[in-house]
Structure formats: C-alpha cells, structure tokens
C-alpha cells in the first residue's frame, strides 16, 4: 500500500451539482497532483499543488479547483458537473514536484455524474 | 497536444511468456522514463523506471530497453504470471518537466 487514501471510493451526482473528493497524502510529503482517469485511458493531469499553492495545471477548465492543507491532506472541487466528468480520480503524493519524482497514488474516487 | 503512444492496447500471453510492450515518447528535454502498473480497483503504483544515461534496466523479472534515437522504450516481463495481470501504463515528463504525461495503457492478461 502506497499509504495515499481518498474518499469517497464512489458516488453518484446528477449534471449540474458540485462534488468534493478528498486524499490524504503520505506524511511528509509537500507536493500533491490530481489526476482525471476515464474507463480505458491512461491518467490525466488536472493540477498540481505544492505547500499548498496551485503549482501546474492540465488543460481542465476552471470549474475544477483544489486546495491543500498543512496536515498533508488535499481536495478536488468539481462545480457544475457534466456527463463526461464521469470518471476515476486520482491523487497523487510526492516528496517533491518534478518529473522525476515518484508518485505515490490512492486508490481514487469512481464518480459516476448522471 | 503532447502524446504517449503504447502499444499494442491489450496482449494476452501464456504463463510462463515474454510480452512486451513499447512505448514512443515526445519530450527530450527530461531524463526519466517510468513504467506504472495498474489491478483493477486500484491506482497506479510505479514498476520500473530507467534514465537514458543506460539503455537496460532490469528490476527482477522486468526490463525496460531504451532507444534514445527512436524516442521508444519498452517493459519486458520475463516469465510471465498470472498475478501479472494488470493494466501498464509508461510515461513521459510535460514540456515543463513538472508532470507526467501517461500513455493510453496496455491490458495484460497472462493466463495460467
């Protein structure tokens, strides 16, 4: 285990409502990255933050949000919910930022927007 | 848009079986190449990764060959088992070496 959990595992919203998705990172580590994962592809990069400020940022819109908290954990707000936000999402913790750091991810959160 | 391309998208193998999946990347600028393996239910976890300093790198029954002049690299599994069964995905650094770009992912089943 990567000791990087999330909550909820799953959950269900209609179009239209907001979600937050909440991970708690390994203890000590400063940086954090937010992935969207659809059934069948690979990962991808919705933000980075980084002693809790935003670091990076995929090509998401901004009604996807995060914040960062000093205990290591860390949020996903998603507003205004669309079909195709239906997805597995990521978070990710690392030591530090860069691509060469290894990231440590949970196990995600399954949301279904219907 | 910045691209990982792997192939091939599933592979289905005997035990005991080599596969081997590659991958063709975009980005020179950054040096590290990992591999990540994903059971369903579960977040990718990494595997192996190599720096192109070396063109092998083996980590028990898995090897990563690099082709700095192709932009390839490739996951050999070696005797292959059951329990490798697992969606693995490669990837490569953004343009600004801050993230990781995933490939599409290639299914494995490895049957007993």
């Known amino acids: 285990e990567t000791g990087v959990t999330q909550s909820p595992t799953h959950l269900i919203k209609t179009r239209g409502q907001q979600v937050t998705l909440r991970c708690s990172s390994q203890?000590?580590?400063?940086?954090v990255s937010w992935y969207q994962q659809a059934l069948g592809q690979g990962p991808q990069f919705i933000f980075q933050?980084?002693?809790?400020?935003?670091?990076g940022r995929g090509n998401f819109p901004p009604r996807f949000s995060g914040l960062q908290f000093p205990n290591y954990s860390s949020e996903l707000n998603v507003n205004a919910l669309e079909l195709d936000d239906s997805a597995l999402y990521l978070c990710?913790?690392?030591?530090?930022?860069?691509?060469?750091?290894?990231?440590?991810f949970g196990p995600g959160t399954r949301l279904l927007v219907l | 848009q910045q691209q990982v391309k792997q192939s091939p998208q599933s592979l289905i193998v005997q035990k005991g079986g080599i596969p081997i999946i590659n991958c063709a990347y975009e980005?020179?600028?950054?040096?590290?190449f990992p591999w990540y393996q994903q059971f369903p239910g579960k977040g990718p976890a990494l595997l192996i990764a190599?720096?192109?300093?070396?063109s092998e790198k083996k980590e028990g029954r898995f090897t990563i060959s690099f082709n700095k002049s192709a932009k390839q690299f490739s996951l050999h599994i070696m005797d292959s088992q059951p329990g490798d069964s697992a969606t693995y995905f490669c990837?490569?650094?953004?343009?600004?070496?801050?993230?990781?770009?995933f490939g599409p992912g290639t299914r494995l089943s490895v049957l007993p």
């Open positions: 933050y980084y002693r809790e400020e935003e670091n």
């Open positions: 980005n020179t600028a950054f040096d590290y």
């Open positions: 203890s000590g580590h400063n940086t």
């Open positions: 990710a913790s690392s030591l530090h930022w860069g691509a060469r750091e290894t990231q440590y």
């Open positions: 190599i720096r192109p300093d070396v």
């Open positions: 990837a490569d650094s953004d343009n600004y070496g801050q993230n990781f770009v």
